[in-house]
């Protein structure tokens, strides 16, 4: 079992950057693929970021290539969003995902996760 913790959310303007932590605890001693997921008001769970932390390679939704950055820190077990450029259709409730296993074809499919955090949300002001 892991348990996934986000936090870092808030309020900022069009164009600022806020960090997005998501502190894993349990099981974290294995390799998992983990995502960041955001949801809009009325809208379907859409996936941004995937990670494998096992590795080094990153994988990026259209909408915010060159402007998010995900890392992992495995000493600290916590998952990264680092948000850039922000734009207010960037407003959301931001989840951190994990599946316990290497990321695959599968990995912007949410019902393939099995732990999620509570989610923590964003709001950006234009």
Same mark, same amino acid.
């Given at each position: 079992?892991? %348990? ?7 309020? $900022? ?6 960090? *997005?932590? &998501?502190?894993?605890?349990? =099981?974290? =001693?294995?390799?998992? &693929?983990?995502?960041? /997921? +955001? ?5 379907? +769970?859409?996936? $941004?970021? /995937?990670?494998?932390?096992?590795? @080094?390679?990153? *994988?990026?939704?259209?909408? $915010?290539?060159?402007? /998010?950055?995900?890392?992992? =820190? ?5 998952? !990264? ?8 259709? =960037? @407003? ?10 290497? &990321? ?10 099995? !732990?999620?955090? %509570? ?8």
């Amino acid at each position: 079992q892991v %348990q996934l913790v986000e936090s870092g959310g808030g309020s $900022v303007q069009a164009g600022g950057s806020l960090r *997005l932590s &998501c502190a894993a605890s349990g =099981d974290t =001693d294995r390799t998992y &693929c983990m995502g960041w /997921f +955001r949801q809009a008001p009325g809208k379907g +769970r859409e996936g $941004v970021a /995937f990670i494998y932390t096992g590795g @080094t390679s990153t *994988l990026y939704a259209d909408s $915010v290539k060159g402007r /998010f950055t995900i890392s992992h =820190d495995n000493a600290k077990n916590t998952l !990264y969003l680092q948000m850039n450029s922000v734009k207010p259709e =960037d @407003t959301a409730m931001y989840y951190c995902a994990a599946e316990k296993r290497w &990321c695959g074809s599968w990995l912007r499919d949410e019902a393939e996760y099995k !732990y999620w955090g %509570q989610g923590t949300r964003v709001t950006v002001s234009s």
